[in-house]
């Protein structure tokens, strides 16, 4: 990271132009790469643009990379995570415990399945469903815990794994957001029965389009997740439907992109990781604020996420600095309109309602300059630092 001095010229020099959230140059470093790659599919004698060859060689890459027994790609995290239900077996009459904070497709992939989404309150300092508020949840119905990664911290899945155990329960972990993320020597993902990443652009390994993968130890929970996302059929004989399933196909070009891009991952979330660092370093114990957790264990850096006390105050200071930031999950999920019919009557959730209140994260992608990061600093320090009226 630059010095103290070199920040001061940074900053001046930053504010002639906006921090980005969303990096719009993402894949520019790539371009000549997925234009030739659309030219050759686009071209090629075979004319297979979904779950060709290259589809193969990518669930592959990414099998063996986290020691998996399969990887499934498919058209979406949420359709990743619906697949994964499905191919659980969940479906009416079960009920599977959710975080309250976090979206929309936590609640809405059980209600597709017929199951009724049960909300749970978060961990109020890592704003991951909390164990032993789920637990207290749990009803003769409760089929599946299904805890979600959030604002690139991991759940505690050596608790969720041990509650799912000793109750019998499934355990799917909705690892979207958490690609590259390892807790107690586990990839993120591979926890539970399954797990899923998604590669919608905004994510750690994102691409210029939808598109996800179910990730699983369990070979026979692949095999029933790669029929459903082909309408049933088992990808040998065309034609022939075993089960109901969807069309949740990966697209062979982007496929082709993201082996190209998955060498340069690791250096990417790298870089991400060291934002992290440095924003940590620079930004615990200001008065308002509270930052993520120290700590290496469990992190993805997907996003890098305050509490603040009054977060619209910090937001419009931060933009008038010409930084953009993003408010992720305004309301919590029990208390938006299509799923408040399904939360429990007279449940609570106050550490989702006051993380939904005061959350604000900070831009963190790797496409960041250092004097870009010292901006974003210094623009957090200046404001809580202000006197308070």
């Known amino acids: 990271m630059t010095t103290t001095s070199d920040a001061a010229t940074a900053t001046a020099e930053d504010r002639a132009g906006r921090v980005p959230f969303f990096p719009p140059d993402l894949f520019h470093e790539d371009r000549d790469v997925l234009l030739r790659l659309l030219y050759e599919i686009g071209t090629g004698a075979d004319q297979k643009f979904i779950l060709g060859d290259r589809t193969r060689r990518f669930e592959d890459a990414l099998r063996e990379r986290l020691g998996a027994a399969d990887a499934v790609a498919c058209s979406s995290g949420t359709s990743a995570l619906h697949l994964v239900l499905t191919a659980l077996g969940i479906g009416p009459g079960d009920e599977v415990v959710v975080p309250a904070l976090g979206c929309a497709p936590l609640a809405a992939a059980v209600l597709h399945t017929g199951a009724v989404p049960v909300f749970g309150d978060v961990d109020p300092a890592t704003l991951t469903l909390d164990p032993a508020d789920a637990e207290t949840r749990i009803t003769p119905r409760t089929k599946a815990l299904m805890p979600a990664h959030m604002f690139s911290l991991m759940a505690d899945m050596p608790r969720f794994t041990a509650l799912a155990a000793a109750r019998g329960l499934r355990l799917v972990e909705d690892s979207a957001v958490a690609q590259g993320a390892v807790l107690d020597g586990t990839p993120a993902g591979l926890w539970g029965d399954a797990g899923l990443y998604s ?3 905004v994510k750690s390994f994102g691409m210029p389009g939808e598109g996800g993968v179910v990730v699983t130890r369990d070979e026979d929970t692949g095999r029933r997740v790669r029929m459903l996302r082909n309408h049933g059929q088992d990808g040998v004989r065309r034609g022939l439907h075993h089960t109901i399933g969807v069309n949740s196909r990966f697209d062979e070009i982007q496929a082709a992109f993201q082996l190209h891009r998955l060498p340069g991952l690791d250096a990417r979330l790298a870089r991400r990781a060291e934002i992290a660092a440095h924003y ?16 290496t264990e469990g992190r993805c850096h997907y996003v890098y996420t305050l509490l603040a006390e009054d977060r619209d105050a910090l937001r419009d200071h931060l933009s008038a600095a010409g930084v953009d930031t993003h408010v992720y999950y305004p309301r919590t999920l029990p ?21 939904a209140r005061r959350q604000l994260s900070l831009p963190v992608h790797h496409r960041l300059t ?3 990061v010292e901006h974003v600093t210094a623009t957090v320090r200046a404001h809580a630092r202000r006197p308070r009226r």
């Open 280 to 295: 940590t370093e620079h930004l615990t114990g200001l008065p308002g604020l509270t930052t993520p957790p120290p700590g």
């Open 370 to 372: 250092d004097a870009q």
């Open 199 to 201: 590669f919608v652009q």
């Open 335 to 355: 208390e938006q309109t299509a799923f408040t019919p399904f939360a429990t009557p007279g449940a609570d959730w106050p550490h989702a309602r006051d993380a």
